[in-house]
């Protein structure tokens, strides 16, 4: 029988989602304690591979399990078995053939950024931060840039093993709040350390030391090198992961995993809005 979970997790205390030998990642927890409900080992798969220090708000994973037990048996007990930093925020049966990550249709993350002279103590391995004042306009502007199919090589990173660095953006924004920049970016995938590497770029851009039309060009160069570096993993967000009509898991959804966890400038439930003119970005 195999069971679709959604899960959140807040990626400090980890080593990224993929299993690593010293047992330090997200899904070797979770299959350590899907292991104890099942008693016998257990395989994951997931729909998106965060990296150390990236949290997730709706991540989507599949596993067979080896055991019949009812899908809020999965969820208590995992609960019961994880820690503080994990949750099984529902569960539910899946056809054999459905797959965490191939079946996905598009993966939505949010960055969250401070902008302030002061990093801020109280939001410490949750948000991205820097130092200087960003102009939100040059931001959107410049984004507009990546949507759409593109060969995204140029915010590639040098160890990412995907087949192709094409993929199709369906939305890149930003949204402002005082001092609080939260980016969006909805595409059928992504590269490793690709939202991170543009995050890099657009702040360059946001203080000033670029023009917007610069990450468009660094688009076309396809070259990692011209490109800014890469920013903290801290203020990324898994949010949303989607799945074609009659194909998605019979699960609670982003809203229903975030309500009254996370303040509203992480929730992806409505579009995100310019503060300058309040249009949609």
């Known amino acids: 029988m195999r069971i ?3 899960i959140e ?32 080992p257990v395989s994951t798969s997931c729909a ?12 989507v994973v599949h596993f067979d399990a080896p055991t019949i037990r009812p899908a809020q048996a999965w969820v208590r007990g995992a609960n019961a078995l994880l820690p503080d930093s994990i949750a099984v925020v529902g569960a539910a049966t899946v056809p054999d053939d459905f797959h965490a990550r191939f079946d996905a249709v598009s993966r939505t993350y949010r960055y ?10 109280m939001l410490s391995g949750t948000t991205g931060w820097h130092h200087e004042r960003l102009s939100l ?3 959107r502007e410049a984004l507009l840039a990546l949507e759409g199919e593109h060969d995204f090589s140029a915010f590639r990173a040098a160890e990412c093993q995907a087949r192709s660095p094409v993929r199709r953006m369906y939305r890149a924004a930003v949204a402002q709040q005082g001092s609080l920049f939260t980016f969006e970016f909805r595409a059928d995938g992504f590269l490793h350390h690709m939202i991170r590497n543009i995050i890099g770029s657009v702040v360059r851009i946001g203080r000033g030391r670029e023009a917007p039309q610069w990450l468009g ?7 990692r090198t011209r490109a800014a570096p890469t920013f903290s993993p801290a203020g990324l967000y898994l949010t949303e992961v989607a799945y074609a009509p009659g194909r998605a898991p019979a699960l609670p959804g982003p809203r ?7 303040p509203a400038f992480v929730l992806p439930a409505a579009p995100l809005r310019g503060a300058a003119d309040g249009a949609a970005a």
């Open 137 to 139: 306009e040059p931001m």
């Open 112 to 121: 969250v950024l401070v902008s302030d002279p002061v990093r801020p103590a």
């Open 9 to 40: 997790y807040h990626g400090g205390p980890f080593c990224g989602w993929q299993s690593q030998p010293s047992g330090c990642a997200v899904q070797d927890a979770l299959e350590r304690a899907l292991a104890g409900i099942a008693a016998a």
């Open 217 to 223: 060009q660094l688009l076309e160069g396809r070259n």
């Open 4 to 6: 679709a979970l959604q």
């Open 256 to 262: 229903a995993s975030m309500a009254g966890h996370l």
């Open 48 to 59: 998106g591979r965060t990296d150390t220090g990236v949290h997730a708000l709706m991540q």
